[in-house]
């Protein structure tokens, strides 16, 4: 009698454990990818890390967008989006990820159009926060004039620096690298631009910050 109880002990216990894992819950994570940017280029790696460490594929979300018009035009986009998935999950926060100028799409979504209170946790990867001179020498779209030091938009956002921001020594793009490296940030060693959000480190960083 005591053996057939200890047994069945034994498999409630199991039941209640394997219930609260299942149970849970993550925020939904939004991806914004940088200037001429895609899923593709940028993602791919991390949203297939993010589904192997078990996040369901019903809790990542990535998208494609034109950068060229700028940053207040990616912020209006972003914003339909992070309205999207809420609706679609029955969340009432997200949590974004960022490259480059996603991370300026973001902020200005945060700070300009009511997006602070939608937003959980932000991980802002090689974001030219204060800008980069390889903008100033190429202003001939919106995106890269808003990206060019100094700029109104940079201006707009200064000083508001949510989340956390991880940055590289050697970015060939963010010009320079210290740009990137505000608020609470973080060194992800020496990675180009674009492959920082195929690397390992990266993805560990950016998934410990969000995890619930």
């Known amino acids: 009698m005591k053996t057939k109880l200890k047994y069945l002990l034994m498999c409630l216990t199991f039941s209640l454990v394997t219930a609260t894992a299942s149970a849970k819950d993550y925020d939904p994570i939004i991806f914004v990818h940088g200037f ?5 280029l940028n ?8 589904e192997d460490a078990g996040y369901p594929s019903n809790r990542l979300y990535s998208y494609t967008y034109n950068t060229l018009p700028g940053v207040k035009n990616g912020a209006n986009i972003l914003k339909d989006k992070v309205a999207e998935v809420m609706a679609k999950t029955g969340k009432s926060k997200v949590d974004i990820i960022t490259h480059s100028m996603g ?3 973001t902020r200005y979504y945060m700070k300009k159009l009511g997006g602070a209170n939608k937003v959980d946790q932000l991980v802002n990867i090689a974001t030219p926060h204060k800008g980069t001179i390889w903008a100033a020498l190429a202003p001939i779209t919106q995106a890269t004039r808003d990206m060019t030091p100094g700029s109104s938009l940079i201006k707009s956002i200064e000083g508001y620096y949510p989340g956390l921001n991880l940055w590289s020594w050697c970015d060939e793009i963010v010009i320079p690298n210290s740009s990137a490296n505000v608020g609470n940030s973080s060194s992800i060693g020496c990675w180009g631009h674009v492959l920082s959000t195929h690397s390992w480190g990266v993805f560990k960083k950016a998934r410990d910050f969000v995890a619930p």
């Open 36 to 40: 001429i940017g895609s899923t593709a």
């Open 43 to 50: 993602w791919t790696t991390m949203l297939n890390r993010f």
């Open 103 to 105: 991370g300026l799409v």
